[in-house]
């Protein structure tokens, strides 16, 4: 029988384990005032130990997967094992800092149609990390390929789905806050689902996102909850071709489920297609 509690934070790890340490760190460091849980997944990095940090971390739930079953899925992992009336969906290579998952839980108390949050990203240096975009509508993304989202980045037209000129010091709801420090409520888990694994890296929290708008659940950003976030942790350790071959196809895959049947979108669909699959041949 499951004992429920306030927070569940799931960490996926593959590779980082320097930084799942240092992440793991700061929580012990910084915990909520409420019952929370910590459930690591690590998809068979050759730089884990699980003894050790078993050790070192003797309240956190290890999972240890034979092979890299992807971001996704490892997600999935967790939040099948969480119990959480709120689930963290938190990057090894960010840090959270005082009060953060306090104030994660107390916005997503007060917003109750909040089906997930994002936390207010920050480099080590300190500089603002642009973590809000819009969906990835063809429209914008056409707009991004192009080039005329760098020509006009303040044009709410043409800048639509890097938000350039979005204001990173007050509430906003938004579309998709970047996934590396992301607060869902389970009562959303339960009417949404879980992550689609056909997006193993890149877009599986978009898909989920776009998934909850469109049942009905809002989506914020909150600069009360600050999170450091190292960046590319995982996905450094990966040839940037590789990675840009896969970020293109989960952006095809993810047309291909919400916009292929939409008036029009055929159209888009096949020129962004193009543009990504020559921009993947050119490395």
């Known amino acids: 029988m499951r004992c429920w509690m306030r927070l569940s934070v799931a960490i996926v790890n593959w590779n980082t384990s320097d930084l799942l340490a240092a992440c793991?760190?700061?929580?012990?460091?910084?915990?909520?005032?409420?019952?929370?849980?910590?459930?690591?997944?690590?998809n068979a990095s050759a730089d884990f130990n699980p003894e050790s940090f078993r050790t070192r971390f003797p309240d956190v739930k290890f999972v240890v997967n034979d092979d890299n079953?992807?971001?996704?899925?490892?997600?999935?992992?967790?939040?099948?094992l969480?119990?959480?009336?709120?689930?963290?969906?938190?990057?090894?290579?960010?840090?959270?800092?005082?009060?953060?998952?306090?104030?994660?839980?107390?916005?997503m108390e007060s917003y109750s149609q909040a089906g997930?949050?994002?936390?207010?990203?920050?480099?080590?240096?300190?500089?603002?990390?642009?973590?809000?975009?819009?969906?990835?509508?063809p429209g914008p993304i056409a707009w991004e390929f192009i080039g005329l989202s760098r020509l006009f980045p303040e044009?709410?037209?043409?800048?639509?789905?890097?938000?350039?000129?979005?204001?990173?010091?007050?509430?906003?709801?938004?579309?998709?806050?970047?996934g590396s420090a992301l607060i869902l409520n389970r009562k959303a888990v339960?009417?949404?689902g879980l992550l689609d694994e056909q997006f193993p890296i890149f877009f599986n929290e978009?898909?989920?996102?776009?998934?909850?708008?469109?049942?009905g659940w809002k989506i914020y950003f909150t600069p009360d909850a600050i999170v450091i976030h190292h960046g590319a942790g995982s996905t450094s350790k990966v040839a940037k071709r590789k990675m840009a071959r896969e970020s293109h196809e989960s952006l095809m895959r993810f047309y291909s489920k919400h916009f292929r049947g939409k008036i029009a979108a055929p159209i888009?669909?096949?020129t962004i297609a193009c543009i990504s699959i020559s921009r993947i041949l050119r490395g």
Request: proline fraction near 5%.
């Open 69 to 80: 079953a992807g971001y996704a899925r490892g997600n999935n992992q967790a939040i099948g």
């Open 24 to 42: 793991l760190d700061s929580i012990v460091k910084y915990p909520p005032s409420c019952d929370y849980e910590v459930i690591v997944v690590d």
């Open 116 to 137: 997930a949050a994002g936390a207010k990203l920050v480099r080590p240096n300190g500089v603002i990390d642009h973590s809000v975009r819009g969906f990835p509508y």
């Open 155 to 178: 044009s709410r037209i043409f800048g639509a789905y890097r938000m350039t000129g979005f204001m990173y010091d007050k509430i906003a709801e938004v579309d998709q806050p970047m």
């Open 268 to 270: 888009y669909y096949f």
């Open 206 to 215: 978009v898909d989920w996102l776009y998934r909850a708008k469109k049942l």
């Open 82 to 107: 969480s119990t959480g009336d709120y689930i963290l969906l938190l990057n090894p290579d960010t840090e959270v800092t005082e009060g953060t998952l306090d104030a994660l839980i107390s916005f």
């Open 190 to 192: 339960e009417a949404v």
